[in-house]
């Protein structure tokens, strides 16, 4: 069995590209019309990266406030932290995590209101404390988005 790492690239053959006809709807991470079919006989190998570019598909906040999106599916946002609130103490119970609000916004002021959960919260928190820059840019990717209850 092949092992995936965020981050390496892999050669994909013997595939087929069909149109989406998903039978576990929980599995389905991406609101696209096709999906790959790989079969007993795919083979899957690492390849040296062809660029050093990420890739990200950015979600605009005015189709998040909206609603505008399918929030089955995991999103990407960039904006300017606008606002950072406090980490959570430590939970009582296995069950609890730590998380952080935090507001984030785009270049015409759009505001999305934001909370980090678990170790990203810890980080975020370290890295925030540590910056000395006016103006910090997030790059928040596979994000899943909820609406507020206060909604």
Known sequence: MFSLTEGEWIEISRFK???DNWIWWDYKIANDRYMITMYNDTQIRPIDP??????YYFTDFEDVISGD???S????LIGQISYMGKLSPM???LNERRSIPFQIK???NFQLYCLAHGKFAEELNEKWKSTNRANVIAVLSEWRIRRS???
């Open 91 to 93: 939970p009582d119970t």
């Open 149 to 151: 209850k206060r909604e």
């Open 106 to 108: 785009n270049e015409r």
């Open 17 to 19: 590209i069909t149109k």
């Open 50 to 55: 062809l660029s050093d570019r990420e890739f």
């Open 69 to 71: 999106y399918d929030d």
């Open 73 to 76: 599916y995991y999103i990407d």
